[in-house]
């Protein structure tokens, strides 16, 4: 990679899936490099898949993250974004200010539904079949949006929807919907996220550490 590489950071805790599909869409580029995928799970599957394609890895605890030692792991990396992909624990204001408007989550609702504090994966599906259920809803999709100090409450930056079937659809098939839709849009608008954010900030060479604010 070149001097002007953009290097990113995945934080993930589960499969990893949308973290794959993140790192092999990154690989077809020459602009930006995932640097290292980090955990805070040692037996999370996004590791070996990471490790497969030649992404260095890291595991964390919880101790770390909120004393600093993850945000100065990525400085000393020269990571310029973070994304968070199916990662369970909240992130610190001390890291969020660290990459403000360069850390992105994803979230599996529309948010601000279903968000919040213990809203991930199934339990945001389960939700969303109950809601579904009693009229409330009749669609559901998937977030990309901006890390702030709150569960899900940053800025949207992309979303995508799809319609739900009350007379058929499951939280199983609820969570098949919304996977298709990640798998479909989440590599390439995050990849969108990390030009736009960084060309914006300054901050395209890595070299470049001086501004950040958007």
Known sequence: MGTGTLKVAILASGEGTNAERLIQAAGKRADIEVAVVASNRSSAGVLRRSEAL?????????????????????????????VLMGFLLKVPQSLVGVFPRRMLNLHPSLLPAFGGKGMYGDHVHR?????????????????????DAGYDTGAVFFQARVELDASADTPLSISAKVRKLELEHCAQEALRAVTESLSLSGTIDPQVNGKHGL
């Open 54 to 82: 030649g992404v260095e890895t890291w595991v964390f605890s919880k101790a770390q993250l909120n004393g600093g030692v993850v945000a100065q792991e990525l400085g000393a990396r020269g990571v310029q974004f973070v």
């Open 127 to 147: 939700a969303v079949y109950g809601a579904m259920q009693d009229g409330s809803v009749t669609e559901t999709g998937m977030t990309l949006h901006w890390v």
